[in-house]
T-cell receptor, first 115, second 114 residues
Framework: GAVVSQHPSRVICKSGTSVKIECRSL??????MFWYRQFPKQSLMLMATSNEGSKATYEQGVEKDKFLINHASLTLSTLTVTSAHPEDSSFYIC???????????FGSGTRLTVV | AQSVSQHNHHVILSEAASLELGCNYS??????LFWYVQYPGQHLQLLLKYFSGDPLVKGIKGFEAEFIKSKFSFNLRKPSVQWSDTAEYFC????????????FGTGTRLQVTL
């Protein structure tokens, strides 16, 4: 079945630094990728939708300059948390969709801790 | 915009008990419906989905869900739970015909005791 690889699985960074999270579709071309944030014991909140070759669409309240999303190819999307602060500590999950009707495949998530 | 409600936040059951988790959605058009499971420390996995056709959908691991259009509901059921079913369960919807964003419910934590 479809597999999405997300790296790193865990990252600890200092406040003020930037962190890049990668999301790769391994055996299919992902026309659309979604980035979610999950707080402890809460649901997934969509941050942005990215389509290959175009700018990401951010949900209301998500700072596009802070959470930079790049979807440069049909198999790779990256989320860069810039100038990270402790309040950015969270679990970030990507999801990829191939052709319409093919369903959503989720990455294993990245636990970001900003100290 | 669509929204999803899961009223059971934390459910504790003994092994072999029957399970029903509620999911209600709000949206003005037709939707696709999903149930995902997240085992401790693991990523989201699809349990089952409904796009069209038979409103009773069977998924993996003995789970099923019934779409009741009149009630805007898509409740998840399992006749006899196992300890290994302990996990977080999420209901999600998106408008039909598009690879659009999924809207998730707040999740239900299921704890199955031996």
């Amino acid at each position: 079945g479809a597999v999405v690889s997300q790296h790193p699985s865990r990252v600890i960074c200092k406040s003020g630094t930037s962190v890049k999270i990668e999301c790769r579709s391994l055996d299919f071309q992902a026309t659309t990728m979604f980035w979610y944030r999950q707080f402890p014991k809460q649901s997934l909140m969509l941050m942005a939708t990215s389509n290959e070759g175009s700018k990401a669409t951010y949900e209301q309240g998500v700072e596009k300059d802070k959470f930079l999303i790049n979807h440069a190819s049909l198999t790779l999307s990256t989320l860069t948390v810039t100038s990270a602060h402790p309040e950015d500590s969270s679990f970030y999950i990507c999801s990829a969709v191939g052709q319409v009707g093919s369903g959503y495949t989720f990455g294993s998530g990245t636990r970001l801790t900003v100290v | 915009a669509q929204s999803v409600s899961q009223h059971n936040h934390h459910v504790i059951l003994s092994e072999a008990a029957s399970l029903e988790l509620g999911c209600n959605y709000s949206y003005g058009g037709t939707v696709n419906l999903f149930w995902y499971v997240q085992y401790p420390g693991q990523h989201l996995q699809l349990l089952l989905k409904y796009f069209s056709g038979d409103p009773l959908v069977k998924g993996i691991k003995g789970f099923e869900a019934e779409f009741i259009k009149s009630k805007f509901s898509f409740n998840l059921r399992k006749p006899s739970v196992q300890w290994s079913d302990t996990a977080e369960y999420f209901c999600a919807v998106n408008p039909t015909g598009t690879a659009s964003k999924l809207t998730f419910g707040t999740g239900t934590r299921l704890q199955v005791t031996l």
